[in-house]
């Protein structure tokens, strides 16, 4: 018996334990001080009315001999993966449905898609970057290769052809970094893939928060990109699914390497080791894309918008360097008086009861550098930073 | 760019869409006939009211902001955790709520589990089986050494110490055979596993079918089961959550290789790749465990077994060898005239309308045998019955 010895390589990551053991001792010490949290990407507006009320049609649904479902595609159903076409065709993007795979979440699938790739593949990974796309690459033991992002590129780094990669993962609008690549910048990244026979993994779970009209929202609306990537979306955080668990991954029909078709491939996968989205979620997910639902989810993104415009705002006057914001739930700023992030965080919770998140934790080059997420409630954002220009003004 | 070239020498399998079509071409030819289906494993009796009002209490908090739910632990919320430790407590079976992992169901856990064993392990597996266990090791890459089960030995095959094996795939109640080990049969095999220093994976999903006392439902009932082996559970048989998606796996700490935990390997492989099920699924899956919803539970079942008798009573009656039915919602039994199992499917299909399995879909040991499910509806199973008595009278 040999286990796999990858995960005995792997590091344990303590960033958001740490957090809470600091927080939790800080409280303890002032137990009267109220902390505002704008550390963790976690929603926390409800579920809009409208999917609320197709999650209870569909529980009354299941609970009745002749409207019951058991087993469904493991794919998805056709009504939500009309829907999620539908969504795409908005943005002039036209997929197949059985292009469109509905997944428990963009997490789960950003890390089972590597079972399609051979172990032996070199893995383009942007740092600082959400810690799964490292983790599940070393579990598998894939050789990992570093892009810098960092102040000096926005935190948008480049193809560089001297740099040969397999497999490259983009997110865009970025998670921790806020930051957002223009149509012109994928192009470059999808010429890149082609010429190096890479597939890019994108990584769209924040598209709902891009609000500039030229900047892409799927890497589909750039020329080429159906036969070099594939594509991962969630309800998270355009629905607040995250306690729901739906997102879709698109692999195209024009995907081949080596002879095969990645889409049949991961079809292969899913009906093996995966057995589809529960029936009342998939029908509160096809809520989000009707009228109704459309205009309640907007109203709720808007509502984190403004959050985030209030934490950029009083960044811009105090005159920090930060990206996101704009087109991101995420604010990602560089830390006052040349702080570390660890520095800044213990000093931010000390003086100003603020929770963000240290940069470092998302790799080498988030060192300097601190998060903040514009997913908590409105009035205590604002509190929070009111605060944070008290103390740094 | 390499892909997983082990997709590439993957057989498709045929097996349930090809009876679709032979389904489908008879009733094109004949449209008056009414067919009855006892191939599929689906359930078909709708969730419990008592999960059922669960279920909306649930939808309802994630309506609201003070009970909203987001992110939630990827192993399980404590309450289901603390269920389902009661469940196992009855049978005298203790764990610790660490051991306990809810997932969206065995089928994914049984796949995904896979990434914690290195490549270069010897997998044991029965023959005939439910095809996933064959199907995610030969997406590895892994050796697989088949166990035959056949009449002899009651399709239930026992260690042979000549033939070494890393990991063993046990299903008790069997899919497709409906035969289930005894607890003397099962500690043979622990005894074997210890011996081996192999990782039993021990598929539980069918253990609310088991009527007789002294058959083992957990393998955790074994002396020593707790050092070598992790067992996989669902809630979609037990209580029809065939499109819900609940189940739970169990890696004692006890289980320990190479000097790692399997517990935290999986607990590592979770929060990784996996972000929990949802809150609302899992507020339904707790209401199974409570009274009122076991009651009605095992009132289903109750319903399932009753056909199950009267599929087995037929069989018995006919003088025709079979496995299952009494503890096990299938029941194998041997195509009657020396048929082959594709023959014998043929010709049930055209005599009575009446459609099963062939038992050469679950392997080569398979061939001459024939499947048939308890899940369908009791008046049509009776008349199913009553024509099969017909035409092998």
């Known amino acids: ?49 409208a999917v609320v009320q197709e999650l209870h049609k569909a529980v009354e649904e299941m609970g009745h001999k002749d409207t019951f479902h058991g087993y469904g595609p493991e794919q998805g159903y056709p009504f939500l993966k009309a829907s999620i076409r539908g969504h795409y065709a908005v943005r002039g993007v036209h997929l197949d449905p059985d292009e469109i795979f509905v997944s428990d979440g963009a997490k789960s699938d950003l890390g089972n898609i590597l079972d399609l790739f051979d172990v032996d593949n070199t893995v383009l990974i942007p740092d600082p970057v959400y810690p799964v796309y490292v983790d599940t690459n070393l579990m598998a033991g894939r050789k990992i290769v570093y892009l810098d992002a960092n102040q000096e590129n926005g935190f948008l780094p480049m193809p560089d052809e001297q740099v040969k990669a397999d497999l490259i993962y983009l997110c865009s609008p970025n998670n921790p970094t806020g930051a957002v690549y223009t149509k012109e910048q994928l192009k470059q990244w999808v010429d890149y893939a082609a010429y190096c026979g890479a597939v890019i993994l994108f990584d769209a779970a924040y598209e709902a928060f891009v609000q500039e009209d030229d900047l892409p929202r799927s890497i589909y609306e750039i020329d080429g990109a159906k036969e070099c990537a594939i594509e991962f979306c969630s309800f998270s955080k355009t629905a607040g699914f995250t306690g729901t668990r739906c997102g879709y991954t698109v692999v195209p029909m024009a995907l081949q390497r080596e002879g095969m ?81 660890w520095e800044f965080f213990d000093w931010l919770l000390q003086e100003a009861h603020v929770v963000g998140t240290p940069g470092a934790g998302f790799g080498k080059n988030g060192e300097g550098f601190f998060r903040l997420t514009s997913f908590g409630d409105q009035d205590k954002t604002a509190e929070a930073m009111q605060r944070i220009q008290k103390l740094l003004k």
């Open 1 to 49: 018996m040999k286990i796999n010895q990858n995960y005995s390589r792997l590091e344990e990551s303590y960033l958001f334990s740490t957090i809470a053991q600091k927080v939790s001792a800080f409280q303890t010490d002032h137990p009267k001080t109220e902390i505002i949290r704008l550390g963790i990407g976690d929603v926390t507006l409800p579920l809009c009315s």
């Open 261 to 341: 078709s990645l889409n049949h491939m991961w079809l292969r996968r899913q009906t093996t080791k995966f057995n589809g989205v529960p029936y009342i979620v998939q029908k509160g997910a096809a809520a989000v894309f009707q009228e109704e639902g459309m205009q309640q989810i907007r109203k709720n993104i808007a509502y984190y918008q403004h959050n985030a415009k209030v934490i950029a705002d009083t960044l811009t006057g105090l005159g920090i360097w930060y990206t996101g914001g704009k087109n991101s739930p995420y604010i990602w700023l560089k830390c006052p008086h040349e702080m570390k992030s």
